[in-house]
């Protein structure tokens, strides 16, 4: 004879509820291993002891496990040295200096691919360098026109 539950013939399904509402409903009482006495020490608790010398630290969590770094992302490369010259000759008033360095460093970095760093302070050197370049040309172009002015001036 072959029952529905394959080779025992003598099986019997449990009976008992079978629905929720067939569950008496009682208040969750939690298993007396899981509750725990009040403390009865002194407040605050005393520090855990130090370890004696020559033996293995207790784990803390004050030390947080460390993770490997995630795969697919390599680590970052080095900062462009002539993207950090631009920027220090820019700062420092040598703005032709510091505008040839930015474009070395950009082009440097480009051709890294992205592993070498430092394109944020290379477009700084840039703008700091084209900027004092500009006033420049501004202060001769007001000097020129103050010396040509003055000379046309007649004396008495």
Same mark, same amino acid.
């Given at each position: 004879m072959t029952t529905p539950y394959g080779d025992y013939p003598n099986y019997q399904p449990p009976t008992g509820p079978t629905t929720q509402q067939e569950y008496p409903s009682q208040p969750y009482q939690p298993y007396p291993s899981q509750e725990q006495p009040p403390y009865q020490g002194s407040y605050p608790p005393p520090p855990p002891q130090q370890p004696q010398a020559g033996y293995a630290q207790p784990y803390s969590a004050q030390y947080p496990q460390q993770y490997a770094p995630t795969p697919g992302y390599p680590p970052p490369g080095p900062t462009s040295g002539m993207a950090i010259a631009s920027l220090v000759c820019s700062l420092? %008033?040598? =703005? *032709?200096?510091?505008?040839?360095?930015?474009?070395?460093?950009?082009?440097?970095?480009?051709?890294?691919?992205?592993?070498?760093? %430092?394109? =944020? *302070?290379?477009?700084?050197g840039l703008i700091i360098g084209y900027l004092q370049i500009a006033a420049a040309v501004v202060f001769i172009l007001i000097f020129i026109i103050g010396i040509a002015f003055a000379a046309n001036v007649p004396t008495q």
């Open positions: 420092l %008033g040598i =703005g *032709l200096v510091g505008v040839i360095l930015g474009h070395l460093a950009l082009n440097e970095i480009n051709k890294s691919n992205g592993y070498t760093q %430092g394109r =944020g *302070l290379a477009i700084a």
